[in-house]
């Protein structure tokens, strides 16, 4: 009898009437004859509604206390669910992070999982149970209720399915995991299968399909993750390890772009390991996420460095450099970018994508204003106004 | 220092205002020198809207997920509550019932409080915090979250107060208990104190301060409990032990009507006793709760016998008493009744309260239907249009 783990997202459970669809999509799984455990997020704009709630207790609301409040959420729709199947007449039980003892550690609201007690879950199982775990929540080391973050409840059904060594279903309201955001590009292909690295570099970049802890323990534990739509007979991406030879014709598996951040530069600074360490440890002190880094060759030993952060942190990065600007040194500030990445794991294999790309921004008249690369991925910064042209060529050409 | 264990019903905790301001009584009482536990109800109208959505589910809810579902409820008002009292400046936790481990028994929606693990509690009372703990749920020994029924709330909080050797100050929308319900007797009169066992008999008569079981509880275990207004200087009730010298002037404390049961007849039945007992048995088996019974003297070895039963369990027990009823048997309803009590622990001690109230009765023109009487109580069963009437004469010549 095969282990299905099923997660199901907010909007999949967001009334009473979709938590009954979502209750006859189990039943008819179990009456396949399989063993279901299945994850449910907080019904729709719940965790929203409830840190709403906590604001208007304080702006700053204690983040122990804000963790066991949003874990709530999840524990109603669990609740329901289980109500909801066994209304079918088949049984169910529901399941807290308490009760499965799903073990975090690591900081409130972004707690990490250690470990579950899958014994309970097992045991359920074996008596015909339909189990529903509650996602996005854990109890940590001291017996305090904890989060995973947005999107934590991915993570629970993966870590679920590498306890009870079973297979994962997310069912969300996409239909599966495309090579370029289908609303950036009309023609973008959906895709029957991804490698779990080129997921994660995706999701990294902006593709926020999924939690991208989930595709790292998934990966880890070679769990496959089937990734689509509940109640549909349209077929999803399934993540898992994707053989290279398949690829060897396919260099590049998606695309992804980003609005989201702003480019800084640092002009004519020393060109001292020092000081430049220095700064960017101050930056990652204040947990400003720092992203692509280039700087230019040494003139008279003074360089430039330019670095990309998030948006929403510019404010807090500015008050640190202010104490590096003076006469010579300047601060110039870049909100005009847009980053642009393509990934893919036969990039490992295939040499000229990167000249492949320049040819083809050169062509189109597309300035490229910083890059980094890894081993399978290029991400450049451009101009935003040239995003929608660089997807066209690029997905283009790479047939995305 | 003294231990406080403080409950506060839903409409105290009814919005994030009033949350706040349960929040600055707290911290002054906090502030005067007191360690305090606090236990919270579900806000508002919470609960009813959580059995609303179980309902929008399916007609029958699961009882383990119902009150698995009901249960979050309190946990939110937890955890809003403890962030209010951080953001004024103070230490603060929440805990649920599995944090300090509130064991129950007995089944779902009404289980009872076995144990409830003090040493968390302390602990986190002597590092300077204010514990708020979540009230009406707790961990049966299967680790399923149960619940203790409506008003469990204060429940919840006699038992942590009698763990911790505390006092108990139930918070709640009357200012007190009075000796005749203020909405049907406008000069009825607020006690200062009542004794555990009047206060337990008025709770199960119909003044639904407060939930019996906290009641009995306090009593078991000697605890005073105060009942009133928060944030407000009018003086409330404390229910106690109260000295019986004290009592001998005042005979009857107080009184209470309800308006929910109806009286059934059943006439001409056989007078054998295992035929009534059998009767009587078989409306216990569906948990149908039988008030007062009477029967009368036999005629031709024949009896009427009567009882009455909640409204909402007519129909039910119809169906019980079909098959006694034929040619002679006959079955009478009688849904015109409202029962009368009145109680005093000085009824143990002073005579001729019975005579007295009948004297009133026949004076006033009052037909009694039925009459039952306890130790401390006399319940009669009178037409609901004499109700008003019955309150005043029997007000007045008590001085309640």
């Known amino acids: 009898m095969a282990i299905i783990v099923q997660k199901y997202g907010g909007s999949s459970v967001g009334t009473p009437e979709k938590i009954k669809n979502v209750a006859k999509s189990v039943v008819n799984k179990v009456k396949s004859g399989n063993k279901l455990v299945v994850v449910v997020s907080a019904m729709g704009d719940t965790t929203d509604n409830l840190i709403a709630l906590a604001k208007k207790i304080t702006d700053n609301p204690d983040k122990r206390e804000l963790d066991a409040l949003l874990s709530t959420g999840e524990m109603k729709s669990c609740a329901l669910l289980a109500m909801a199947i066994k209304a ?35 045991k359920a199982l074996d008596k015909g149970k339909v189990v529903i775990a509650a996602g996005f929540q854990g109890i940590n080391h001291e017996g305090d209720v904890t989060t995973l973050g947005r999107g934590g409840s991915d993570t629970t059904a993966v870590a679920i399915a590498v306890k009870l060594n079973g297979t994962c279903e997310i069912y969300t309201d996409v239909d599966g995991i495309y090579s370029v955001d289908p609303r950036e590009y ?32 998934a990966q880890k534990y070679n769990i496959p993750v089937y990734v689509g739509l509940s109640n549909s007979d349209i077929r999803g991406t399934i993540i898992r390890e994707v053989d290279d030879m398949n690829l060897e014709s ?65 404010k807090e990065c500015l008050d640190i450099l202010k104490s590096y600007s003076n006469n010579e040194v300047k601060i110039d500030i870049d909100e005009d970018i847009t980053k642009f990445s393509i990934v893919g794991i036969g990039m490992k294999t295939t040499s000229g994508v990167v000249a492949k790309m320049f040819k083809l921004f050169r062509e189109n008249d597309i300035a490229v204003k910083m890059i980094t690369t890894s081993e399978i991925r290029i991400t450049c910064a451009i101009n935003q106004k040239d995003k929608i042209k660089t997807i066209n060529v690029i997905a283009r050409e790479f047939n995305l």
Do not use: C, W
Not at 266 to 286: G, Y
């Open 88 to 122: 079918l007449g088949y049984d169910a039980v529901s399941y807290t992070a308490y009760q499965i003892r799903i073990k975090t550690s690591g900081q409130y609201g972004k707690s990490l999982i250690d470990d579950i007690d899958e014994d309970k879950i097992k």
């Open 186 to 217: 009309k023609d973008a292909k959906k895709l029957d299968e991804i490698d779990y690295e080129e997921m994660l570099e995706l999701s990294s970049l902006g593709a926020q399909v999924m939690h991208s802890r989930s595709i790292e323990l």
């Open 250 to 314: 396919k260099p590049v598996t998606g695309l992804a772009t980003s609005d989201e951040d702003v480019a800084i530069t640092v002009r004519n600074i020393d060109n001292d390991i020092n000081i430049i360490s220095n700064l960017f440890e101050k930056v990652a002190d204040k947990k400003i996420n720092v992203d692509m880094i280039s700087q230019t060759a040494p003139i008279d030993n003074k360089v430039n460095v330019s670095f990309t952060i998030p948006k929403d942190d510019l």
